[in-house]
Protein backbone atom coordinates (compact mmCIF):
# COMPACT_ATOMS: atom_id res chain seq x y z
CA UNK A 1 0.00 0.00 0.00
CA UNK A 2 1.62 3.27 -0.86
CA UNK A 3 0.99 6.46 0.81
CA UNK A 4 0.33 10.00 -0.82
CA UNK A 5 2.73 12.59 0.79
CA UNK A 6 -0.43 13.93 2.43
CA UNK A 7 -1.56 10.99 3.65
CA UNK A 8 2.11 9.97 4.56
CA UNK A 9 2.38 13.95 6.58
CA UNK A 10 -1.33 13.16 7.94
CA UNK A 11 -0.30 9.93 9.86
CA UNK A 12 2.60 11.03 11.16
CA UNK A 13 1.10 14.60 13.26
CA UNK A 14 -1.64 11.47 14.37
CA UNK A 15 1.36 9.69 15.71
CA UNK A 16 3.35 12.44 16.73
CA UNK A 17 -0.28 14.06 18.83
CA UNK A 18 -0.58 10.74 20.51
CA UNK A 19 3.02 10.70 21.97
CA UNK A 20 2.52 14.32 23.40
CA UNK A 21 -0.66 13.13 24.79
CA UNK A 22 -1.02 13.60 28.70
CA UNK A 23 -0.80 9.68 29.37
CA UNK A 24 2.10 9.14 26.95
CA UNK A 25 3.92 11.97 28.68
CA UNK A 26 3.18 10.67 32.23
CA UNK A 27 4.67 7.67 30.98
CA UNK A 28 8.05 8.99 29.59
CA UNK A 29 8.80 10.62 33.07
CA UNK A 30 7.92 7.67 35.33
CA UNK A 31 10.95 5.71 32.85
CA UNK A 32 13.58 8.46 33.61
CA UNK A 33 14.25 7.60 37.20
CA UNK A 34 15.19 4.13 38.09
CA UNK A 35 13.09 1.84 40.92
CA UNK A 36 15.18 2.34 44.59
CA UNK A 37 17.10 -1.30 45.05
CA UNK A 38 16.96 -2.43 48.95
CA UNK A 39 20.67 -2.37 50.79
CA UNK A 40 20.11 -6.11 50.94
CA UNK A 41 18.91 -6.73 47.21
CA UNK A 42 22.23 -4.96 45.88
CA UNK A 43 24.25 -7.01 48.20
CA UNK A 44 22.59 -9.87 46.95
CA UNK A 45 23.67 -8.72 43.72
CA UNK A 46 27.26 -8.20 44.26
CA UNK A 47 27.65 -11.62 45.91
CA UNK A 48 25.99 -13.01 42.85
CA UNK A 49 28.43 -11.25 40.80
CA UNK A 50 31.38 -12.61 42.67
CA UNK A 51 30.10 -16.13 42.55
CA UNK A 52 29.43 -15.87 38.99
CA UNK A 53 33.24 -15.05 38.36
CA UNK A 54 34.67 -17.70 40.47
CA UNK A 55 32.03 -20.27 39.20
CA UNK A 56 33.34 -19.39 35.30
CA UNK A 57 36.89 -19.31 36.43
CA UNK A 58 36.20 -23.25 37.71
CA UNK A 59 33.94 -24.56 34.93
CA UNK A 60 36.02 -22.86 32.18
CA UNK A 61 39.11 -23.13 30.15
CA UNK A 62 41.55 -20.70 29.75
CA UNK A 63 40.57 -19.83 26.02
CA UNK A 64 37.00 -19.26 27.55
CA UNK A 65 34.97 -22.00 26.23
CA UNK A 66 33.37 -24.78 28.65
CA UNK A 67 35.09 -27.70 30.13
CA UNK A 68 33.51 -31.15 28.51
CA UNK A 69 30.60 -32.10 30.48
CA UNK A 70 29.73 -28.92 31.59
CA UNK A 71 26.95 -25.79 30.79
CA UNK A 72 25.80 -22.58 31.46
CA UNK A 73 23.46 -24.06 33.23
CA UNK A 74 25.88 -25.58 35.77
CA UNK A 75 27.95 -22.52 35.84
CA UNK A 76 24.96 -20.73 37.23
CA UNK A 77 24.00 -23.55 39.59
CA UNK A 78 27.55 -23.51 41.38
CA UNK A 79 27.02 -19.80 41.25
CA UNK A 80 23.68 -20.02 43.28
CA UNK A 81 25.29 -22.30 45.52
CA UNK A 82 28.33 -20.11 46.05
CA UNK A 83 26.56 -17.09 46.92
CA UNK A 84 24.28 -18.70 49.63
CA UNK A 85 28.04 -19.69 51.41
CA UNK A 86 28.92 -16.32 51.05
Known sequence: ??????????LMRLITSERESEGASLTLET????????RSARASDKKLSEAFKVANARYRLKDGSLRKGRSQSDIAKLAQKLRKKM
Not at 31 to 38: A, F, G, I, L, V
Open 31 to 38: QDTPKKRS
Open 1 to 10: MMLTPDEYMA
